[in-house]
């Protein structure tokens, strides 16, 4: 079973993107960013495109989705995602609100291909981040995906996003 968050229609761009730009500008990092819709074979995308920088202890970029009118992630097994692009390392987050600082999250390593391909992802994949607090689906608010760690350019794009239940 598939529920699927992104897009909402395949065939038109959301009049205001889901996703949320974020980089490491937000604490004097040099990474430069944006998300983007744009259309790949017809099908409406959207983008992380940009630089990971690592200058002033920076080393990120992400788009980020909310997940806080999902009713019961625990009704799933994990995430699902379409998708392809370069980019440096990249890494999948989940937070919840029971993390304070900005830098703690659930982290899954992922790598992405240059070919259109569906990855799945269980919950059970997202390792505490910084910090020592269990998972807690219950309090999951937001998804990442974030350029992270080596400098270089993004260009990582998301067809379709959504849970699933096996």
């Known amino acids: 079973m598939h529920y699927r968050l992104y897009p909402v229609d395949p065939l038109t761009p959301d009049t205001v993107t889901p996703w949320d730009f974020v980089s490491d500008q937000v604490?004097?990092?040099?990474?430069?960013?944006?998300?983007?819709?744009?259309?790949?074979?017809?099908?409406?995308?959207?983008?992380?495109?940009g630089q990971v920088s690592l200058e002033n202890n920076g080393g990120f970029i992400q788009m980020?989705?909310?997940?806080?009118?999902?009713?019961?992630?625990?009704d799933y097994d994990g995430i699902y995602m379409t998708w392809r692009g370069p980019a440096p390392a990249v890494a999948a987050?989940?937070?919840?609100?029971?993390?304070r600082q900005p830098w703690q999250s659930y982290k899954n390593n992922v790598f992405p291909s240059?070919?259109?391909?569906?990855?799945?992802?269980?919950?059970?994949?997202?390792?505490?981040?910084?910090?020592?607090?269990?998972?807690?689906?219950?309090?999951?608010?937001?998804f990442g995906l974030l350029?992270?760690?080596?400098?270089?350019?993004?260009?990582?794009?998301?067809?379709?996003f959504g849970l699933f239940k096996h």
């Open 147 to 160: 350029a992270i760690g080596q400098p270089g350019a993004v260009n990582l794009c998301v067809q379709e």
């Open 27 to 49: 604490m004097g990092g040099g990474s430069q960013g944006q998300v983007v819709q744009k259309q790949d074979n017809g099908a409406w995308v959207t983008c992380l495109q």
């Open 64 to 74: 980020q989705f909310d997940l806080s009118a999902v009713d019961n992630l625990a």
């Open 114 to 142: 240059t070919d259109w391909r569906t990855d799945y992802w269980r919950f059970e994949q997202f390792a505490p981040y910084r910090t020592g607090i269990p998972i807690n689906l219950k309090y999951v608010t937001r």
């Open 93 to 99: 987050h989940l937070k919840t609100s029971e993390l």
